[in-house]
């Protein structure tokens, strides 16, 4: 049997009205987000099956031709970055980093660092990534050393790379703060900075 109506218009008994289905951007953009993490058919396909379940609801009017296409890769994130003397990996999936540093004293300019070692983590992308390493003069952002152009895979977005990247003969022209950074498909993912000095002279 059902109970009494409730006098109020708005009744506390009633399920909260799912913002999602009000808002386009919400319906299209935030759950992509979850679906990303779900295995199985490819994300494209999951995303074109919403649009139309979206269409087909009438929560979305405007022409599909207007609409941002997602991108074929994504841009991937940087969880950690280090300059160090050289580093080593293991099978199990650990890496030890040794003489990690930034900064570097040295009487005569330019200085020239026969080997160093980058080493970073990255995430949030999937397929073949094309990354190279950028050195620069901070104070006029002049170039100084620039790496060769390399592949990171990435399995799935899920998946942390992780990155180690040997420098040789980079030449540092005066002291001063220079710009290490790390450019994925053209953006700069992840920095950090060696800082050069000139040894304090002796009273």
Do not use: W
Request: aromatic share 10%; hydrophobic share 35%.
């Amino acid at each position: 049997m059902n109970g009494p109506a409730c006098p109020q218009k708005t009744c506390c008994c009633r399920p909260p009205r799912r913002r999602s289905q009000s808002h386009p951007r919400g319906q299209l953009y935030q759950p992509f987000a979850l679906a990303s993490r779900q295995r199985g058919r490819p994300k494209t396909s999951r995303l074109a099956e919403r649009i139309a379940r979206c269409i087909l609801k009438g929560s979305i009017s405007h022409d599909l031709s207007r609409m941002p296409l997602m991108p074929a890769h994504f841009i991937p994130s940087a969880r950690a970055i280090f300059v160090c003397d050289f580093c080593v990996g293991y099978s199990n999936g650990t890496v030890d980093l040794y003489g990690v540093f930034n900064q570097i004293t040295t009487q005569e300019y330019p200085h020239e660092r026969a080997r160093f070692c980058i080493y970073a983590q990255l995430s949030d992308s999937e397929g073949d990534v094309p990354f190279f390493v950028d050195v620069r003069y901070a104070a006029d952002d002049s170039p100084v050393f620039t790496t060769r152009p390399q592949i990171l895979r990435f399995h799935d977005r899920l998946t942390v790379a992780q990155l180690a990247l040997n420098v040789e003969n980079c030449r540092f022209p005066r002291p001063g703060v220079y710009s290490v950074e790390l450019v994925c498909k053209n953006e700069v993912v992840a920095e950090t900075r060696i800082f050069l000095f000139r040894p304090e002279a002796d009273d």
